[in-house]
């Protein structure tokens, strides 16, 4: 089992930037895709980005693909996502969440889930 706790969520005026962090804990020596979703109120929650367990393959939204960067660093088992030139449209809640896999499958739900950070970006 696999716990997640996300961090750096806040308030920020457009066109600044925020860098998000995913804490894991509990069984993370298995091979694990990190990833980052959002929920805005009143939508659907959609996935932003996500990235395999050896960092080479990334997949990222095309909202927000040019500023957003996933990264992580599986010594310190945690994930990143830094946001750049936010607007207010990415308002919303941040997710992280894993997968038990090397890289994304996107037929397989993702297995753990932390309870979100609040990104509030005010024009």
């Known amino acids: 089992q696999v716990q997640l706790v996300e961090s750096g969520g806040g308030e920020v005026q457009a066109g600044g930037s925020l860098r998000l962090s995913c804490a894991a804990s509990g069984r993370t020596f298995s091979p694990l895709v990190m990833g980052w979703f959002r929920q805005a109120p009143g939508k659907e929650r959609e996935v932003v980005a996500h990235i395999s367990w050896d960092e080479i393959a990334t997949y990222y939204a095309d909202s927000v693909k040019g500023r957003f960067t996933i990264s992580r660093d599986n010594a310190k088992n945690t994930a990143y996502l830094q946001m750049n030139s936010l607007k207010p449209e990415d308002t919303a809640v941040y997710f992280c969440?894993?997968?038990?896999?090397?890289?994304?499958?996107?037929?397989?739900?993702?297995?753990?889930w932390g309870k979100g950070t609040l990104v509030t970006v005010s024009s």
């Open positions: 969440a894993a997968q038990r896999s090397s890289y994304y499958r996107d037929t397989y739900a993702m297995d753990y």
